[in-house]
Structure formats: structure tokens, C-alpha cells
């Protein structure tokens, strides 16, 4: 018999179109499936529903087909399985359970993988036999682990180094990294004294350039707290670089350094028109319900964190209400983005990490001339029900924008908010 692969709900959802790219096998929806897209199609716009409305018209157009895909396979759907035969395999007539049923009866006339983005489906289905895999189409990385940090650790020689140092640039090097990757030198005497020294993979003059993470410039009064912050800095005031992504725990600056050097690129270089800062409305826990008021109104507690870190750059509770006024600032949600362009914009995205990749897409997307966009976030704090620390549109932006030379990252590690926050975000 031929090969067939099973496919939860969860991975519809994440690629309506998923069922084409199986190659030659039967592509089985178990009924399940079916009754969990009608209910979820018709939950409140999201994208969520978007994709199912999408998987379902997609699959329409298929069974019209006599359920025959384009390179020829087969799409059959299952009829649900019956509730004694749920009864006599010991185990609740749940939607997740009769997917993995439907999988396991498919093993009987031949070879089948379970398709599922549910770590549990897949414990449990592992344990009663069916073999499993996730699905995943993003070409991401695989854990935070192993997400590009934009910095990488090489040892060198004594005479590379003083090259490098004589000269400030080593062309010959540059094709050994990714375009504004940055790369800490160390011979065995610096790893002896825990020093190093950095260099950048300066895409627009195809060259290792010397850099100096602690000689960065204040940005409105802020200065580099440490090697990452300084790092950072460089690629935010590059006007070559129209994205950078800052990725790391809560209290490594990511925010504040941001936000810093927005505000001189826009008052004090003019380099452009306004600051545009936007967070997704995601919440921590369960959400209070609708807020009354104007829209601005509505937003307030969403944007309490970015006004309390223009607190901190600007020395005054009321001066961004000024910079707003003035319109050299703006913050907003991000739900009415998509048709709008945005030219000579600095614009901030912060808490990224809750963003889907289709979201960072239509984001990124709205990008007019002179336009940087910064992407800000924790990919392991993730307070969206339907993402995960690699799924994310900050992690996936990472990956996929790690080899462009208009593209820049930097991983925090170091802690900076105080004490407390620094060991609260290693242990907990």
C-alpha cells in the first residue's frame, strides 16, 4: 500500500497549503480536523482564522477534484471514528485522540506519519504506536539554541590580529561570515586575560573592519552598558542597515537601546522624518476584557513600557507627550498596518517575539524608502497561544534575514535592569 501522512489541526493552521508538499503519498484529514477548522474559522479576525477559512477553501477546491492534488497524490478525508471504538482502545473521545486513531487505523494498510505542532499529540501518540513528526516549512532554527546570535567566537592567530589592528580592515576574511555578523578575535593570550577584540563583517565595504563596542557614541545620553549594547548601537546608527533584530531576555536593554538611538537618528541627525513605535497586543495571563475610551485611551497600558523607557532616556514623565504633539513621535497598534507604507520612518516593533511570520512579513513589507525597522523581543517569552520560541516572527526575521547585507542582529545576554532581573530570567 502506498505511504500516507496524517495532519492535526495545528499544522493547517500554520500552513493552510500544507497537504501539496508531501510528495507521493495520501494526504489523510481525519474528520476531527474538519469540525476543529469550522469552529476556529469563525472566532474573531485573526490570523488564526484566516487560516483556517484559507485551509478549507483550499480543500474544497481538491475534493472537487475527486480529491486529487496537483503532482497527483491523494487527499481522503476520514469519517469520525466511533465512540466504542474510542471505548474499546481505553482512551476519551477527545478531537486530538480521534486524529491519533485515525492514524493509527491508517497503519493498517500501510506506512503513516502522524503530522502535529502538539508536543503532547505526539507523546501520546508515540506511546500508542504511531509514528510522528513535527512540521515545519520556515527553515528556522530548531531550538533558541541554536537562533543565529549575530556574534560568533573565532580563534585566530597573533599575526591576523595584527593585521587587522595595523590596518582596521581584512578583506580577505570577509566571505568566512555573514554580512554584519560580528566576530570576537581572540589569540590564546587575549582568551588568557578573558579580552577579545571585535571586528564586523562590514557588508557595504566587503571587509572584517576593526570595531570598538566600548567607544560607541552616547545615543541621547544613553551609552553602551556593555560589549552587546555596543555592538548594537553600530548597526542601529548604520544608516546602510534598514533592519536590525535585538533578541535576549527581559532587562539586556534591548527596549531602551532601541529606543536611544531612534531618538538621535531623528533630533539630533535628522536622519528621519519620526520614530514610529508599535508592540503587539498580546497579553501576560488572562486579559481584562475590552478598555474603554479613545484610542489612545485603549492603548495606554500597552504602551506604559515604551513610555517608561523614554522616561529614562529623556529625564521627564511628560516629554514624549511633547515629542507626540510635535510629531516627531508615535506609538501605535499594529492592527491597522496592512496597506499602509511608511517612508522615512524610523520604526521600532517591540515585543516581536509574539508576532506570527505572516504578521512580520506584512510588517516588514510596509517598508518605504529610508525606512529602518527594528524588531525587539525575548523568543522565550512568548505570550501568543499559537507560537513557540523558533515559530516566532522574531526568530523567523532572525534566520531568514541572517545572510542579507541590509540585515543586522544581536543576541543580549547581559543583564542590565538590576540584579534581581538578571537572575530571575536565568533561573525561573
Known amino acids: 500500500m502506498s505511504p500516507a501522512v496524517v495532519l492535526d489541526t495545528n499544522v493547517l493552521l500554520h500552513d493552510p497549503r500544507c497537504f501539496e508538499k508531501f510528495g507521493e503519498v495520501t494526504v489523510i484529514i481525519p474528520f476531527a480536523v474538519l469540525e476543529e477548522l469550522d469552529k476556529i474559522k469563525s472566532r474573531e479576525a485573526s490570523e488564526v482564522s484566516k487560516n483556517a477559512r484559507q485551509a478549507i477553501r483550499a480543500l474544497e477546491v481538491y475534493r472537487a477534484n475527486n480529491n486529487v492534488l496537483h503532482n497527483g497524490q491523494f487527499i481522503r478525508f476520514e469519517s469520525q ?55 515545519d516549512d520556515s527553515g528556522t532554527a530548531d531550538s533558541v539554541e541554536t537562533l543565529y546570535s549575530g556574534v560568533v567566537e573565532v580563534e585566530t592567530e597573533d599575526q591576523v590580529l595584527d593585521d587587522l589592528l595595523i590596518q ?50 552616547e545615543v541621547c545620553g544613553i551609552s553602551a552598558a556593555n560589549t552587546e549594547q555596543g555592538l548594537a548601537i553600530w548597526a542601529l546608527l548604520n544608516d546602510d542597515i534598514k533592519l536590525v533584530t535585538l533578541s535576549g531576555a527581559a532587562g539586556t536593554g534591548k527596549t531602551l537601546i532601541a529606543l536611544a538611538a531612534g531618538l538621535a537618528q531623528v533630533l539630533q541627525k535628522s536622519a528621519y522624518k519620526k520614530m514610529l513605535v508599535a508592540r503587539p497586543i498580546a497579553p501576560l495571563g488572562k486579559d ?31 516629554a514624549h507627550t511633547e515629542l507626540v504633539e510635535q510629531g516627531i513621535l508615535a506609538v501605535e497598534p499594529l492592527t491597522y498596518i496592512r496597506g499602509r507604507s511608511i517612508p522615512n520612518v524610523y520604526f521600532i516593533i517591540d515585543e516581536a517575539q509574539n508576532l506570527s511570520a505572516h504578521e512580520i512579513k506584512t510588517i516588514l513589507t510596509r517598508a518605504g524608502k529610508n525606512t529602518k525597522i527594528i524588531l525587539t523581543g525575548d523568543p522565550e517569552q512568548i505570550d501568543h497561544p499559537h507560537l513557540d520560541a523558533t515559530s516566532n516572527g522574531l526568530s ?30 536565568k533561573i525561573l
Open 81 to 135: 471514528i466511533s465512540a466504542a471504538d474510542m471505548s474499546l482502545l481505553n482512551i476519551e473521545n477527545s478531537p486530538d485522540n480521534q486524529i491519533i486513531v485515525t492514524a493509527l487505523q491508517s497503519m493498517d494498510h500501510g506506512p503513516t506519519i502522524l503530522y502535529t505542532r502538539d508536543v503532547n499529540v505526539r507523546v501520546k501518540a508515540r506511546a500508542m504506536g504511531v509514528e510522528v513528526a513535527d512540521y
Open 168 to 217: 582596521g580592515s581584512l578583506a580577505h576574511l570577509y566571505d568566512q561570515f555573514n554580512p554584519n555578523e560580528f566576530v570576537s578575535l581572540k589569540t590564546q593570550a587575549l582568551r588568557d586575560q578573558g579580552a577579545a577584540e571585535f571586528a564586523v563583517a562590514n557588508a557595504s565595504t566587503q571587509s572584517l573592519d576593526l570595531i570598538d563596542p566600548s567607544a560607541m557614541p
Open 288 to 318: 481584562v476584557g475590552y478598555l474603554p475610551g479613545t484610542l489612545e485611551e485603549k492603548m495606554a497600558p500597552w504602551v506604559a513600557p515604551i513610555y517608561d523607557n523614554l522616561e529614562a532616556i529623556l529625564g521627564s514623565a511628560t
Open 396 to 425: 523567523y526575521a532572525i534566520e531568514k534575514f541572517k545572510n542579507q547585507a541590509i540585515a543586522a542582529h544581536i543576541t543580549f545576554t547581559q543583564g542590565e535592569r538590576s540584579e534581581l532581573a538578571t537572575i530571575a530570567s
